[in-house]
């Protein structure tokens, strides 16, 4: 059984910190990462992807992806209310095809 | 351009009834995925499709059916409705064929509630 782990959280930090979000998965064949947000009540929307070793940056968020370890992160900086919601990291284990394999997601609180 | 949409938004059935949900993806998008998504399970994946062929299907049971029409818009049936049914049923289409780190684009969603 193919794997994506989440801590479920949650995860509370204070308005203008850096929040972390860390997922691990268990296919070492899996090519391609993504992180989602999904507000309560609303359908997932993607922040961001990565398919290469190392840092990728957009805007307040940053995403890091380490095979070896089999590691994908999500940094978000200066934090704020609005960013509270739950966050899915998701593996595409078929490069074919668009199977993606979810984590439970964390839940993220940032706190005025 | 229009998002992806989905029908009904909310059903209730009784068990043992069966139920077919429908997608309708982004203009000019042909791959089509579904999702069923439970508080204690999360998003698992249901089965994709792509120039209406299913490419790929994920651990459920043969209850949980789909198919996709030639306009790229697809539908997906449930039979003999169990308690355990009860989720949210998202849909996400995507642009090209062939997974490319191309995103989905998830739908609102339909909630089923099984009594």
């Known amino acids: 059984q193919k794997e994506v782990e989440q801590n479920s959280g949650p995860l509370s930090v204070p308005e203008g910190a850096i929040a972390s979000l860390n997922c691990t998965y268990s296919?070492?064949?899996?090519?391609?990462f993504f992180w989602y947000r999904q507000y309560s009540g609303k359908s997932p929307e993607l922040i961001m992807f990565i398919y290469s070793n190392g840092d990728k940056e957009d805007g307040r968020f940053t995403a890091q992806l380490n095979k070896a370890s089999q590691y994908v992160s999500l940094l978000i900086r200066d934090s704020q209310p609005s960013d509270s919601a739950t966050y899915l990291c998701?593996?595409?284990?078929?490069?074919?095809?668009?199977?993606?394999?979810f984590g439970t997601g964390t839940r993220l609180k940032v706190l005025a | 351009k229009a998002g992806v949409t989905q029908t009904p938004r909310y059903l209730i059935k009784t068990r043992g009834q069966q139920v077919t949900l429908s997608c309708s993806p982004i203009s000019g998008h042909r791959s089509v995925s579904w999702y069923q998504q439970t508080p204690g399970q999360g998003l698992q994946f249901l089965f994709e499709y792509f120039s209406e062929t299913q490419r790929n299907k994920g651990n459920f049971p043969g209850r949980f059916s789909g198919r996709q029409f030639s306009n790229s818009r697809s539908e997906m049936n449930v039979s003999t409705l169990e308690l355990g049914d009860s989720a949210l049923y998202l849909c996400a289409s995507s642009l090209l064929g062939k997974s490319s780190y191309n995103e989905q684009f998830f739908g609102p969603g339909t909630r089923l509630t099984v009594l």
């Open positions: 998701a593996v595409n284990i078929d490069s074919g095809t668009y199977k993606y394999i």
């Open positions: 296919d070492r064949g899996s090519q391609s």
